[in-house]
C-alpha cells in the first residue's frame, strides 16, 4: 500500500508540470505558465512534507529481500496497470507538444499578417488625421488667429479704459450719495476666456453695483424644492444711519426722517425714486441712469485718450462703440449685476443666453463660474490644447451664415455649454494639437444628440461634479437640472430653424475636413 502515495506523486507530476512551448509563445501566456509551475512546486512540496511526517519515504524496500517479505494482497496486483498509465500520459504529452509548436508558429504567421494589415490602416488613418489637422490650423491661422492675433493686448486696453470710466462716474457721484456704487469691472464671456473669433465682436464686461449707504439689496429668486430659476428681483430696502448721520454727517436715515429732503441740486440722486419701481430695482431705469453717467463722466476724461466713444442704444446693458484714430473700432458691452450673497452668482441686466430683462426682472449669470472654468482647463490641458479653437472655428461658420436680420436660434452659449460638458467629462489629455479634427466631431456630435432630444443640460445648475475650484452655491450645484432646449420642445418652428443652422454648419465643418481628402 505504501507505493499508492508515490505512484500518485508521480503521475500529479507529469500531468500538472507546464508543456514546453515554442519560442514565439506570446508574453501573457509565459507568465501564466510560469505562476502555473510555481504553484505546482508549492504543491509538491507540501505532499513531500506530508510524506515525511508520516514516515513513507522513496528509500522504502530497496533490497529484493524486502519485496519478499511483504505480503501484498490480491487487490494490489491491478498496480501493475499503473506503468501503462504512466507511459500513455508520457507519449500524450510528448504528441501534444510536438503538435502545439507548428501550430503556435503558424497562429504567429496569421498574427503577424493581420499586425501588419492593422499597422497599415493605422498609418493610413494617422495620415489622413494629419491632413486634416493642417487643413484646420491652416483655416484657423487664415481666418481667426490673424483677426484676434492681439486679442490678450485688447483685453488689457478695455477692462483699463472701463475701469477709468468707472472711477470717474463714481467721482461725479455727490457726496450725500443714495445711488448705487460701482465696482471694478470683470471681463467676461469669448474675449477674456479666450475663444474670441473677430476683433468686431463686442468685449464684455460686468460690473457689480453695490448698494448706497443707507440701502441694501436683497436678491429674491423662485428657487425651491431644488430647483433653480433663470430670473430674479432686486428689493431695496432703507436701514437704520441715524448714527453714522450724526457721526460722520455723509448721509441722510430716510427709515426714521423720511420728511428729512435732500438740496434741491440732490434731490434726483435718491435711489428709491429713480432706479427703483414698488420698491425693487428696475432694469431699464437702472441701466439708462448708467448711460448718462457713463456721458457726463467721458467729458471729464476724454483728454486721455485719442479716441471718440460713440453710446449706441441698448436696454440691456451700455454698450460703447471706441473709434481710433487709426480708423479701427472697438465696440464695449458693459453689463450691470448685483452680486447674489457671497457667491460669485450675480443678477444681471443681460444674462448669458441672451434673454431679455424688462423691468424688475433681472437675469440670472454665471459668467463669473464659466471664466474660472476655462482658466482651470487652461492650467491642466496640453500646451497647445485645441479646444478653443475647436469652439473657435464653429463659432466662425456659424456667423458666417447669413441670418436676414434675424436671431439665431442656436447661439454661441449653447455651443459654448456642449464644449464645457465634454472638457469636464473627457481626459484633457485627448484635447492634443493633433487631436483638433476629432474633438471638432465631438462638439457637434454632442450638439446633435442635444437637438434630437430637445434637451441641452446648463453646465453649471445641477452638476455635482463640477471642480471644487469653481465656487457654486450648494442650492444650485444639487438642483435639479435646468435644460437650455426647452423652447425648442415647445416650439416646432424654432426647432426646425435650429436645425437648419445646425446642418448648415456640419456641412461647412465637411467641405472644411473633405479638403485634405481631395
Not at 485688447?154 to 457726496?175: G, H, I, K, R, W
Not at 479666450?194 to 449707504?213: I, R
Not at 428709491?272 to 448711460?291: A, E
Not at 457667491?343 to 459668467?367: K, N, Y
Amino acid at each position: 500500500m505504501l507505493w499508492g502515495p508515490l505512484i500518485f506523486l508521480a503521475v500529479l507530476t507529469l500531468v500538472h508540470h507546464p508543456l514546453m512551448v515554442s519560442d514565439n509563445t506570446d508574453l501573457a501566456t509565459l507568465i501564466r505558465l510560469q505562476d502555473h509551475e510555481k504553484r505546482m512546486k508549492q504543491e509538491m512540496e507540501l505532499l513531500q512534507k506530508e510524506f515525511d511526517q508520516k514516515g513513507w519515504t522513496s528509500k522504502l524496500l530497496q533490497t529484493p529481500k524486502d519485496w519478499i517479505t511483504i505480503d501484498q494482497p490480491m487487490d494490489d496486483e491491478p498496480w501493475d496497470v499503473w506503468q501503462y498509465v504512466i507511459l500513455l500520459a508520457c507519449i500524450a504529452c510528448y504528441i501534444y507538444t510536438s503538435e502545439k509548436e507548428p501550430s503556435d508558429d503558424s497562429n504567429t504567421d496569421t498574427s503577424s499578417s493581420t499586425n501588419g494589415e492593422e499597422e497599415e490602416d493605422t498609418d493610413m488613418e494617422s495620415e489622413t488625421c494629419g491632413n486634416r489637422q493642417k487643413v484646420l490650423e491652416a483655416f484657423y491661422d487664415h481666418h481667426i488667429d490673424a483677426a484676434t492675433s492681439d486679442l490678450t493686448h485688447l483685453c488689457d486696453f478695455v477692462e483699463s479704459f472701463v475701469n477709468d470710466l468707472l472711477e470717474a462716474c463714481q467721482n461725479d457721484l455727490p457726496y450725500q450719495n443714495t445711488l448705487p456704487s460701482l465696482a471694478n469691472c470683470i471681463g467676461v464671456d469669448s474675449a477674456f476666456e479666450g475663444w474670441h473669433t473677430q476683433q468686431s465682436k463686442a468685449f464684455s464686461l460686468l460690473v457689480p453695483v453695490e448698494s448706497p449707504k443707507g440701502h441694501s439689496f436683497h436678491l429674491e429668486t423662485s428657487d425651491s424644492e431644488g430647483i433653480s430659476s433663470k430670473h430674479g428681483h432686486i428689493m431695496v430696502e432703507m436701514e437704520c444711519m441715524c448714527k453714522r448721520e450724526r457721526l460722520l454727517g455723509d448721509v441722510v436715515c430716510f427709515l426714521h426722517h423720511p420728511e428729512q429732503k435732500l438740496s434741491e441740486d440732490k434731490q434726483s440722486a435718491f435711489l428709491m425714486d429713480v432706479l427703483c419701481t414698488s420698491s425693487h430695482l428696475d432694469v431699464d431705469k437702472t441701466i439708462h441712469w448708467f448711460q448718462s453717467l457713463v456721458k457726463k463722466a467721458w467729458k471729464n476724461i476724454s483728454y486721455k485718450y485719442n479716441l471718440d466713444l460713440l453710446p449706441k442704444p441698448s436696454k440691456t446693458s451700455c454698450k460703447l462703440k471706441l473709434a481710433l484714430r487709426s480708423g479701427k473700432t472697438i465696440s464695449v458691452d458693459i453689463i450691470l449685476g448685483v452680486q447674489q450673497g457671497d457667491s460669485l452668482v450675480f443678477l444681471a441686466t443681460q444674462g448669458a443666453e441672451m434673454d431679455r430683462s424688462a423691468g424688475t426682472v433681472w437675469q440670472r449669470t454665471f459668467a463669473i463660474q464659466e471664466l474660472l472654468f476655462f482658466e482651470w482647463v487652461r492650467q491642466r490641458a496640453p500646451e497647445e490644447s485645441c479646444h478653443l479653437k475647436c469652439l473657435q472655428i464653429i463659432i466662425y461658420l456659424k456667423e458666417s451664415n447669413p441670418s436676414d436680420g434675424k436671431n439665431p436660434v442656436l447661439t454661441d452659449y449653447h455651443y459654448k455649454t456642449c464644449l464645457m460638458h465634454l472638457l469636464l467629462f473627457q481626459p484633457l489629455s485627448d484635447w492634443a494639437r493633433e487631436d483638433i479634427a476629432q474633438r471638432l466631431q465631438d462638439i457637434l456630435l454632442s450638439m446633435r444628440t442635444a437637438l434630437q432630444e430637445k434637451y441641452l443640460k446648463h453646465f453649471l445648475i445641477g452638476n455635482i461634479s463640477l471642480p471644487i475650484q469653481i465656487p457654486m452655491p450648494k442650492a444650485l450645484r444639487t438642483a435639479a437640472p435646468v435644460n437650455l432646449f426647452k423652447h425648442l420642445a415647445q416650439d416646432p418652428n424654432l426647432y426646425a430653424e435650429a436645425m437648419r443652422e445646425f446642418v448648415e454648419v456640419v456641412q461647412q465643418v465637411r467641405a472644411l475636413v473633405t479638403e485634405c481628402e481631395d
